[in-house]
């Protein structure tokens, strides 16, 4: 039986340096399918949405950890663009393709996004100490604030 109050940390295969570009692109694809059919980024959206409306004098800063391909961080643009707030958006992921073909998304969509590809230490450092008004990562599809 599986123990879901431990944490079971196995390394992510598409962060794998070997992994098969083809292979990765098609993986990138099916959570682009997924993270539309889902409407993730919607149920992300709600909470940032309330924070950016508390704070109007501020622009906010939202950090999406492990974005993969940038899915989920481009439709947050998106949605936040379409109502008018002033909210960054970054994103960073291990792998340079995903870092890539988010960049490249993000370019073919006109939206304002960075994406980056920060050593595993700087994840850890970067989310623990960056001065980012939200975290998100849609592999824990929530907000967090710091």
Known sequence: ????????LQPEWMDDP???PLDHAEALRGLQRINGLSRAASSLFAPIRALARRLPDRPLRVLDLACGGGDNTLALAELA???????RFDGCDL??????VATGNAVARGLEANFSRPTPS??????ATTSCSARCSSTISRPTTP
Do not use: F, P, Y
């Open 81 to 87: 663009r379409r109502e008018g707030l002033n909210i």
């Open 1 to 8: 039986m599986v123990n879901l109050k431990e944490r079971n």
């Open 18 to 20: 070997g992994i098969d």
């Open 122 to 127: 700087a994840i850890r450092c970067q989310a």
């Open 95 to 100: 792998s340079v393709q995903a870092v890539a």
